[in-house]
């Protein structure tokens, strides 16, 4: 330790100053004050395995007093003059974001791109002094914002990045989508490598399982490219579609792998009864393979998770209030039990003992909700403990299975498979939710004609005037029709339009005037002529806007 300090110490003050400088801190000293560390923080570890984090001051008349005090408090005051830089740092870092967004500075600094280096080695120096970690927190608490900026513009897919991950109070939601999107390989855009399916519309499902389960993990990392068969589109837009379509068909509930929430049909969850197929769990495999990689691929199925399904794939323990949305009914029967009288309860009033009557197969059978369960009668002292075997029983226990296969499935298109329950751990609900449906409100049209650009017409000719006209009067189904037309986008990003991958675009078209505008969604291109009247643009604009139409109509 005496021959390593040394440059630590030297290291620590350069990058104080340098932190402080107009320049900041050089990606060489980073990783040099990294590497020097790392050895550091072992022997210290060492000394401290039995006695935990060492308290500051140390006190020299104890008996355990440690090898290598002096360096001991030396690194512990550079953690603190670090720390209290950085805090500055990120403070100025604020007020600049705070600038730029008011239109009068420009949110970029050289050194910035090495803060995040720094605050994790700082967080590793913390966890070696009582207290310190507290600190440390505290202040990325207070300078959330700029963290959030760093995480978003800085972290990159090679580093590691789980100190952040596992403490979601100082992120956002876009850092924390950022954070986890690291976690899957980057789609790559050569052609040549994607992953090739050509699927007939009317096998959708059993095609797709085929190209999908069967493929191997590494072949699906480098992307995936799809035409439908007798159709000549090709590309994003078609993918997209396939994502949607896909997906829609695995969630349907006469397929009957999964179970919609009573009070939201958008949720579901495992269905306990879905092993009456004998291909059940190679589906539910190829169900978070395709969710996954239409997270990868960034986009909006329209399906998310019920809050026990989340928590299991996080590897967390489900309570009561998170089957609320699944069972209202067994939610409302398990809060009766725990709050009823326990007088009345213990009078065996209720007849209950552990256990719970399934239907499996066409049949119904008693399972034991524990060992003896059939004998064990639910009195005021044991009712907790029911209610909760009875909810690990109905979530946990009996979709086990598929549950493990789907994050099987999911697990394989990360970049690293054994960090599948990390993913879920790293976001809360809200975020996937975000994440995989997108905004619920009412396309803004607004919204989508600001971030619409024009070739062959001009923002002030009539058609375009009553295009968004008509667009205004639509319903909000309407909307979602002509969009996925359009784009084969049917659900926006959490950001609107301005989350998309491109500007929309319309162009002016030489068909005839009783042409129905076509679409090329691959560049988000919409098409039509020059019709002579609003109302011959709105009758044709209504034809495309028919589910049946809009959802099976563009071209590329």
């Not at 329209?302 to 309570?319: E, K, P, Y």
């Not at 975000?434 to 607004?446: D, Q, S, T």
Request: glycine residues 4%; aromatic residues 12%.
């Amino acid at each position: 330790m005496q021959e390593i300090f040394p440059f630590v110490s030297e290291l620590g003050s350069k990058l104080s100053k340098d932190l402080m400088g107009s320049v900041g801190p050089s990606v060489a000293d980073v990783k040099d004050f990294s590497a020097f560390l790392v050895p550091l923080h072992s022997m210290i570890s060492e000394q401290g395995a039995c006695r935990g984090p060492v308290s500051m001051p140390l006190n020299k008349r104890a008996f355990n007093y440690p090898l290598y005090a002096k360096e001991i408090e030396h690194l512990h005051v550079i953690f603190f003059d670090l720390l209290n830089i950085m805090e500055k740092c990120l403070g100025k870092m604020q007020d600049s974001s705070h600038l730029k967004m008011n239109g009068e500075g420009e949110l970029n600094h050289t050194g910035w791109s090495q803060y995040l280096a720094i605050l994790k080695e700082l967080n590793n120096i913390a966890k070696l002094y009582k207290g310190a970690e507290e600190k440390f927190w505290t202040v990325l608490r207070l300078r959330k914002a700029s963290l959030c900026v760093l995480i978003v513009r800085y972290a990159k897919r090679t580093e590691d990045h789980q100190w952040l991950l596992w403490n979601k109070d100082v992120t956002d939601f876009e850092s924390r989508r950022h954070l986890a999107m690291m976690m899957f390989p980057e789609v790559k855009e050569d052609y040549e490598e994607l992953h090739e399916m050509l699927i007939d519309r009317s096998q959708l499902l059993a095609e797709s399982f085929e190209y999908i389960v069967h493929a191997d993990s590494d072949a699906l990392h480098d992307g995936l490219f799809l035409e439908f068969k007798n159709e000549e589109a090709t590309g994003p837009g078609v993918l997209r579609e396939w994502f949607f379509l896909v997906t829609q068909a695995l969630f349907d509930p006469q397929i009957a792998l999964f179970v919609a929430c009573p009070s939201d049909r958008r949720r579901f969850y495992p269905n306990p009864a879905s092993k009456v197929d004998p291909m059940h769990l190679e589906y539910f495999t190829f169900s978070g393979r395709v969710m996954a990689l239409a997270l990868m691929h960034k986009v909006q199925v329209g399906i998310v998770f019920d809050r026990a399904f989340f928590l299991q794939l996080a590897g967390m323990h489900i309570t009561l209030e998170d089957i609320r949305d699944a069972d209202p009914c067994l939610y409302s029967s398990c809060k009766q039990i725990l709050q009823m009288d326990p007088e009345f309860i213990d009078s065996d009033a209720l007849s209950l003992t552990f256990v719970q009557e399934v239907e499996e197969l066409g049949s119904r059978k008693v399972v034991e909700l524990c060992s003896g369960g059939k004998s064990i009668v639910v009195n005021s002292k044991n009712r907790e403990k029911y209610v909760d075997l009875l909810i690990q029983h109905r979530f946990v226990t009996s979709i086990s299975e598929p549950v493990s296969r789907f994050a099987r499935g999911f697990a394989d298109i990360l970049s690293n498979s054994w960090q599948p329950k990390l993913f879920f751990q790293s976001l809360e609900l809200e975020d996937l939710d975000w994440m995989l449906y997108g905004i619920e409100n009412a396309i803004c049209v607004e919204d989508w004609k600001a971030h619409t650009e024009y070739n062959g017409y001009k923002e002030t000719d009539p058609q375009i005037s009553w295009f968004w006209k008509i667009i205004g009067e639509m319903s909000p189904d309407q909307r979602k029709v002509l969009l996925f037309f359009w784009t084969s986008v049917k659900y926006l990003p959490v950001e609107g339009f301005r989350g998309l991958a491109s500007r929309l675009y319309i162009y002016k078209s030489t068909e005839p005037h009783n042409h129905l505008p076509s679409s090329h969604t691959c560049f988000y291109r919409l098409c039509f002529p020059p019709y002579p009247s609003m109302a011959i643009m709105q009758d044709r604009l209504r034809l495309i806007t028919q589910e049946h139409v809009g959802c099976s109509f563009g071209t590329w």
